[in-house]
């Protein structure tokens, strides 16, 4: 079964081509990063505007990629939500409107269920259960994961996500859009303990996450020190390091809580370097192993929507005519 990717909820417009004996055949990814850096930050008009503009030629690129003609494809799968509600709206018309001319089954995925499942894209793969840590830029949460479309979520961000609190960050200390890379790029020449930030709500039960606090904290030390290129270096270490104690500490907790030894990172925020090694790190001190999709996989991309569709459609399941895109979309809705 040949399945068409095509994610188009924020500012990524992707395709891809999955099969079910080959893998991924086609991956074609185009992002706005350029047409939104000099707003510093995403324009949902324009972002709607440009998956008009760009789904068509890249499904066709995709198409050419793969070496396969339409009537090869046996299914659609579209990124119903959550996310900007034009640029969904965008890539579900073209997809519905696709499989209806084809005459073929179309299937709405839930954009975290498809990061979650990107993991799976890879040869080292987890197994079932697993708890899976989602951060980007639009979502920070813990969910236990007994297999597809069976998710508990054990705890989420009540404020900011993490990419969100990046951004922001970044944008204090004057650095261009997007603001986490070059953040994260920055604190590589921090000086280490030079400033202390705080590890929001983890001396509290549970295992939800909060990160405006976070974000106040770094306007109240920018707005006291001279910002020099070292004391900018120097708080974007703070920072960044405060936000990845948060993480694995509540990591840890979630694997405990589950009696899980087994944890998938998934999201844009899931390609941070110094994210990977100290989760790597500390998680293998309790015999935990971790697992993340490649770095292309990780910020929003169609590969993830095809191999999800794939998985649906196998099991028969399939959409109604009707196009309903959800901008908001609790996964544990899912079945």
Not at 172 to 191: N, Q, W
Request: proline share 5%; charged share 20%.
């Amino acid at each position: 079964m040949y399945v068409l990717g095509v994610e188009t909820s924020c500012d990524e417009t992707a395709i891809a081509i999955y099969s079910g004996d080959r893998g991924l055949l086609a991956h074609q990814i185009y992002s706005q990063i350029s047409l939104h850096a000099e707003y510093g930050g995403v324009v949902p008009e324009l972002a709607s505007r440009d998956h008009v503009r760009k789904t068509m030629p890249l499904i066709a690129a995709s198409l050419a990629e793969a070496k396969c003609q339409p009537s090869d494809i046996a299914g659609v799968a579209y990124t119903r939500g959550p996310g900007l509600i034009g640029a969904l709206m965008v890539g579900a018309s073209v997809a519905r409107s696709l499989a209806f001319a084809w005459q073929i089954p179309a299937i709405g995925i839930h954009h975290i269920e498809a990061h979650l499942m990107a993991a799976m894209l890879e040869p080292n793969k987890p197994e079932y259960p697993f708890v899976t840590l989602i951060v980007s830029g639009g979502h920070t949460m813990l969910a236990y994961v007994r297999g597809l479309g069976k998710y508990e979520l054990l705890g989420e961000t009540l404020d900011d996500a993490v990419g969100e609190a990046f951004d922001k960050t970044a944008k204090l200390l004057g650095l261009p859009y997007p603001g986490g890379p070059a953040l994260a790029a920055l604190a590589e020449s921090g000086v280490a303990k030079r400033f202390i930030f705080p590890r929001p709500m983890v001396n509290r039960p549970g295992l939800d996450f909060s990160f405006s606090g976070l974000k106040t904290h770094a306007v109240n030390v920018c707005n006291e020190y001279q910002l020099d290129h070292q004391t900018k270096a120097d708080i974007a270490h703070a920072f960044e390091q405060a936000v990845i104690d948060t993480l694995v500490i509540k990591c840890k907790r979630a694997l405990a809580q589950t009696s899980c030894h087994s944890l998938v990172v998934a999201g844009g925020v899931s390609a941070n370097k110094q994210l990977r090694l100290q989760l790597a790190a500390k998680l293998a001190e309790h015999s935990a192993t971790v697992y993340y999709p490649r770095l292309e996989y990780c910020t929003d991309n169609g590969a993830m929507v095809a191999y999800t569709g794939f998985l649906r459609l196998a099991r028969g399941e399939h959409d109604d005519l009707s196009i309903m895109p959800r901008a908001r979309w609790p996964l544990c809705e899912l079945t």
